[in-house]
């Protein structure tokens, strides 16, 4: 009777360990090596329990109360949603997506889930709008001026290293290609903190970007930089950088999170410059 209390004992102990949101989240990284390994079907499992912990975790409170539960859910939906669409199931990822997008609209992880589902759909798509009621520097021109412009936007944040390493590739791009018909974009938003500040105000932040702009970016030819948390929900911009090319005509032809050598970036741009203006339609119409 003693042994079978204390194997009672030890498993509850076991639960409640599986149950906390550290271990919650590391099994959700799990998940993403057994990913990265291609062990698929050891990854998808992973992932659903992390899924259905933290199901039983927020029974009660909100998702973004804590920082490891958020993580572990949007690592979760990811693990899923790529097993599902290498595995020839892509129809399914994108319903995976969507449900959880309507699910957790709101909260944290929302970017990343938007992330997941534009890799799998938004290239061949029109570029979504832009929302531009705050910038850094010189006030972006409407979206309806990108029309016959190729437009690489280019998601960064002032805390990011692979944001500035990315800034002279891009920068070298834009004054070679320019005067080509490339427009450059690269929104950022604010996060509530800095490297000097740990709470600042907004227009403390603000003021922040602007020095980091100013030393990393400023060489970047013409960069408008709108200034909005909805512009990396919509286009799913977790990863920073994040970069978009879309054509003359305004439809996305490259969808990357992440870095991406110049060379690659070139290749994904040049194409599109070759094309002729005279075949842009005109504003308005699709």
């Not at 958020?70 to 319903?95: C, D």
């Given at each position: 009777m ?26 959700s ?13 050891e ?15 927020l ?8 920082p ?6 949007g ?37 990343r889930?938007q ?9 061949g ?6 929302r531009?009621?705050?910038w ?8 309806s ?14 805390w990011c ?5 990315e800034?002279p ?27 000097e ?9 603000k003021?922040y970007i602007e ?6 970016y ?10 909005s948390?909805?512009?990396?929900d ?9 970069i978009v090319?879309?054509?003359?005509q ?5 969808y ?7 060379s ?9 410059l ?10 308005g119409?699709?």
């Amino acid at each position: 009777m003693v042994a079978v209390c204390e194997i009672q004992t030890a498993t509850a102990q076991f639960r409640n360990r599986e149950d906390t949101p550290e271990a919650i989240e590391a099994l959700s990284e799990r998940a993403r090596e057994d990913l990265s390994s291609r062990k698929l079907e050891e990854a998808y499992q992973e992932a659903q329990r992390v899924e259905n912990l933290c199901e039983a975790a927020l029974k009660g409170r909100k998702l973004d109360q804590e920082p490891q539960l958020p993580l572990a859910l949007g690592a979760a939906y990811e693990v899923e949603a790529q097993v599902l669409a290498e595995t020839n199931r892509r129809s399914e990822a994108v319903e995976l997506l969507n449900s959880a997008l309507r699910k957790w609209r709101g909260t944290s992880i929302v970017a990343r889930l938007q992330k997941n589902l534009n890799v799998l759909t938004l290239e061949g798509k029109p570029m979504p709008a832009l929302r531009e009621s705050e910038w850094i520097g010189a006030k972006p021109a409407p979206q309806s001026a990108l029309r016959g412009k190729v437009v690489l936007l280019f998601f960064w944040a002032h805390w990011c290293a692979d944001c500035k390493a990315e800034a002279p590739v891009i920068a070298e791009l834009g004054a070679e290609l320019e005067s080509k018909g490339l427009e450059i974009i690269g929104p950022t938003k604010l996060y509530g903190y800095t490297a000097e500040d740990d709470h600042p105000t907004p227009a403390q932040e603000k003021a922040y970007i602007e020095k980091v702009y100013e030393r990393f970016y400023s060489k970047i030819p013409n960069l408008q930089i709108p200034v909005s948390d909805e512009n990396f929900d919509r286009y799913g911009a977790s990863t920073t950088p994040t970069i978009v090319v879309a054509d003359r005509q305004g439809i996305v032809r490259l969808y990357h999170p992440g870095v991406l050598d110049e060379s690659a970036l070139r290749a994904a741009i040049e194409p599109l410059l070759q094309t002729s203006t005279a075949h842009v339609r005109p504003s308005g119409k699709r």
